[in-house]
């Protein structure tokens, strides 16, 4: 699983880096997916839409067994 939620991530950050900003996968707990924001995304107030529009969204697309993703900062 681990495996594929780096291949997910992997796909979005060339659109966060293209905004200053970066992700970085830390860990998957109970099909929790724990990340961390990274550069201009760490302190943008639309990080939380990001995340939960944006990478959660696409986890649980590519990967059924994701029930959400966290900043864990």
């Given at each position: 699983?681990?495996?594929?939620?780096?291949?997910?991530i992997?796909?979005?950050?060339?659109?966060?880096?293209?905004?200053?900003?970066?992700?970085?996968?830390?860990?998957v707990?109970?099909?929790?997916?724990?990340?961390?924001?990274?550069?201009?995304?760490?302190?943008?107030?639309?990080?939380?839409?990001?995340?939960?529009?944006?990478?959660?969204?696409?986890?649980?697309?590519?990967?059924?067994?994701?029930?959400?993703?966290?900043?864990?900062?």
């Amino acid at each position: 699983m681990k495996e594929k939620i780096q291949k997910v991530i992997d796909k979005l950050r060339p659109m966060l880096q293209a905004d200053g900003g970066d992700v970085e996968f830390v860990d998957v707990v109970d099909g929790i997916v724990k990340v961390r924001l990274k550069g201009a995304c760490a302190g943008c107030p639309m990080s939380q839409m990001t995340l939960k529009n944006g990478i959660e969204r696409m986890m649980k697309q590519e990967i059924p067994e994701v029930k959400s993703v966290e900043n864990i900062g």
